[in-house]
């Protein structure tokens, strides 16, 4: 596995690759790699000959009061998981390549209506970061595919939204959540629990899957099923966001009696670390979205 910092270094591999006839897969990352991670690059290299994966810790997706100055940053680590999963190139940039006009004068991106809600209403400007980044990130490597977890239920929408309004000729594929044996969710944060936290934060899988199991088996009414969940994250010590039950194509609130298409989310923090997960009530009929190119 090749690493590339620069952008020119970038385009000459990925060119290489283009001249050998190959596809090209990207996965985007932040770094600090997990077993979620490894999934989303060997769900990439079943459709590409050539997986780019990056790592950048995007400042402008973080709010003032988050956790930009202690996420976590492993990049010899995260070359040697890249390395063990099939990837082909490591991008590494750093903040001035990836923002060559400071992030403060950047040019940005913006996805309307789906960043209101959940995720969007909580961390003001978080998606506009992500969409910002995701676009710059799309056009320095030009990929046929990119992957991106269903752990970030709310941000793989909000990408889907970004593809088809800008026409990025590229295909969205969209990787099943990857759990620790007791449930949680793989996410770089879960290193900020101790093993005690670590073990209580199950319960908003556990939450979750109530509100799942209650949406699928029973006639009880939606909003007594998210109070109900709501009261038991704080039973379990966490303090929550939100725990609702939306429409999974746009995250809107369902109407009276639906019952189909549905997604369970959840965010809530715990010892201080914001956690989210979701479930989906039916899964996703098409996990790959393809855009007619240049349409
Ligand atoms: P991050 O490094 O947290 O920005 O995540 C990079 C990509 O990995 C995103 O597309 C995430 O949705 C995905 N991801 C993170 N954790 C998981 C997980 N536990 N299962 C599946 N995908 C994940």
Do not use: W
Not at 18 to 43: C, E, I, K, Q, Y
């Amino acid at each position: 596995m090749r690493i590339a910092t620069a952008v020119d270094e970038l385009r000459a591999a990925v060119a290489g690759a283009r001249r050998d006839g190959r596809r090209v897969g990207f996965v985007p990352t932040m770094g600090n790699l997990h077993d979620g991670h490894a999934s989303l690059v060997r769900l990439a290299r079943e459709r590409a000959q050539f997986v780019v994966a990056s790592v950048f810790v995007n400042p402008t997706q973080f709010g003032p009061n988050e956790d930009l100055a202690r996420y976590p940053r492993t990049p010899q680590h995260d070359a040697e998981r890249l390395a063990g999963s099939g990837c082909d190139l490591m991008f590494l940039p750093d903040v001035a390549t990836m923002y060559p006009n400071g992030t403060a004068h950047a040019v940005r991106v913006s996805v309307p209506g789906i960043t209101a809600v959940l995720d969007g209403a909580s961390r003001p400007g978080h998606f506009d970061g992500v969409a910002t980044v995701v676009t710059r990130l799309f056009n320095l490597v030009q990929p046929d595919d990119a992957v991106f977890g269903r752990k970030d239920f709310q941000q793989l929408l909000v990408v889907r939204a970004l593809v088809r309004d800008l026409a990025f000729p590229i295909d969205i594929i969209a990787a099943p959540i990857v759990r620790e044996a007791n449930g949680l969710a793989m996410s770089s944060r879960n290193q900020f629990l101790d093993p005690q936290l670590r073990a209580r934060a199950a319960a908003l899988f556990e939450t979750l899957s109530g509100m799942a199991a209650a949406v699928r088996e029973t006639a009880e009414p939606l909003p007594a099923i998210e109070a109900t969940a709501m009261q038991r994250l704080r039973e379990a010590g966490f303090d929550p966001d939100y725990a609702v039950i939306r429409q999974a194509g746009d995250l809107l609130e369902p109407g009276d009696g639906d019952r189909d298409g549905l997604v369970v989310l959840g965010a809530a923090r715990l010892g201080g670390v914001r956690l989210i997960d979701n479930i989906e009530i039916d899964g996703d009929p098409d996990p790959v979205d393809r855009p007619k190119k240049f349409v």
